[in-house]
């Protein structure tokens, strides 16, 4: 089962992923081009600067954490298949039916019942159950996007979990042995969870945010400027993200939080309390290395690719941007659907994805309005053309531009203002 996987199918009543068939049904929207790109694993493609991040983070994990008979105290899993079901992706980890993260503008699946996973937490579950404590988890996820330098509907994970027994949280405070890791008839708060005590809160939240600091200190030096920013998970309580200083913006790298007690209750672990964490390896590596657009991760020249050749990924990566190419403007203009139920921004962003491909640098709506008469809608779209790795011809753009005004027609129901 080592050779290459067979190619993705899309077929009339099924779909073929990873050597298996799925039934389409109504919630069938994976398009060929994503399921190009299922299995290539860049992860764990030796010397991709996505495999290069990884091992860095693993050796520091490695040497950092040591447990009781001096092995390494995290687990790494990189090779889970991405395809799970919604039970996996969703429900395991308590988001509610009709919840808006399940739309299928936002997501691909591959029919009602399984989906090319939107996050490695999907995973989080089956490897508590499995018994673990410690464990990172690397792998490719899918979701559709917005457009830009920092998003692509294709970018890898590095989930991390740690789970903490009533000793081992409270082992080294002073008069540990009298503090709980529960209370009992408590109260949910901004602060904490109902089942968790405060103390055992303070001690994850703290050991949460010390861990990803000399995480990101390791990667990144002293000098990195990082910002904590309250959020919401509906796996987590209380929730984080964690932003650093970007190209003079702040920019979003990973989501935790202190995981729900009836997530680790469902996986047999309600005795334990413990922290998750989800990061984005591309933004990481985007920061850690100077990449300055998100597409490059899958370019194949060698001119990119070369640059990560390191004996030791410890070694320094100096990487020298490929030259930026000129940048092709274009505008699409089109009134929406009479019923707008049938249209949403994320369709028109994969329809410019299908058809540019890695063309397509940028697209954002930059103008809408609504005829005061017929209530009709109207929005207008940049699309930013330009190759990473070559000039692109007024020619070629015009000919992409004018098969995107076509498509928008006949897919989205949409009517040109061309
Ligand atoms: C999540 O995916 C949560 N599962 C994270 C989490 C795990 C929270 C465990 C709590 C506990 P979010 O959607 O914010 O959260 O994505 C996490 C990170 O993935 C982001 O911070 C960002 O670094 C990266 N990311 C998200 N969307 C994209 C995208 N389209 N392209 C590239 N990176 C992305
Ligand atoms: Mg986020």
Redesign the pocket.
Known sequence: TDGPAPPPVIGQDSVAVLGHSYPRDDFTNVTPRILAKVGLNLHNQSHHPLWLIKERIKAHFYSAYVGRWGNPLFSVHDNLSPVVTVEQNFDSLLIPPGHPSRKKGDNYYLNRKTMLR????AHQRELVSSGLDAFLLVGDVY?R?EIDA????V?H?M?GVRLFSNHELFSEVQHGQDLSLFEAAGRRTPQKQETHSLEAVKLLEFNLKLTLTRLVTQLFGEDLEVRWVDCY?P??HP?F?MEVRFQGDWM??????VMEQELLISAGAGHKAGW?????L??LAMVLFGIPD?RLFWSQDQRFLKQFQVDDVQQPVCFQPLSKFPPLHNHISFWLPEDEDDFTENDFYELVRSIGGDLVEKVSLVDQFTQPNTGRRSQCYSIIYRHTERTLTQQEVRLVHQEIERSAETELGVQGRY
């Open positions: 939107a996050h490695t937490s979701r996007d920092s998003h692509y509907p970018f994970q989930e998970f796996f987590t929730s993200e979003e790298v990973l989501g935790c939080g998750a964490f989800g990061l984005g591309e933004r998100i």
